[in-house]
């Protein structure tokens, strides 16, 4: 019954922006670290930004501080903002997450959501 769903993927320009959330669903228990990777087709997935338990943030060195990562503790959602976007950040970008169920403590995957950078 847990999961984690992803939105805000879509078509942008080059320079343009995005943002991308994550909600978990379901009976949760508890939260920990939660991340944001990406995956571009024929390539391996690689991570983009995560998110500890304590709230430090970081972010892989390719983005060069274009994306910013955000939690709304309050709605268990984190965001992934999007700036000056890149034809070569077009990827799948999936929303990863260490959550408690009923049943104890597992790693999830959200199903994806496509960003598509082109003119």
């Known amino acids: 019954q847990v999961q984690l769903v992803e939105s805000g993927g879509g078509l942008v320009q080059p320079g343009g922006s995005l943002r991308l959330s994550c909600e978990p669903s379901?009976?949760?228990?508890?939260?920990?670290?939660m991340a944001w990777y990406r995956q571009a087709p024929g390539q391996q997935r690689e991570l983009v930004a995560l998110?500890?338990?304590?709230?430090?943030?970081k972010y892989t060195d390719f983005l060069k501080g274009r994306f910013t990562m955000s939690r709304d503790d309050a709605k268990n959602t984190v965001y992934l903002q999007m700036n000056s976007l890149k034809p070569e950040d077009t990827a799948v970008y999936y929303c990863?997450?260490?959550?408690?169920?009923?049943?104890?403590?597992?790693?999830?995957w959200g199903q994806g959501t496509q960003v598509t950078v082109s003119s």
């Open positions: 990863n997450g260490q959550l408690r169920s009923n049943t104890g403590w597992r790693n999830y």
């Open positions: 379901g009976s949760i228990f508890g939260i920990d670290a």
């Open positions: 998110i500890s338990s304590d709230g430090i943030i």
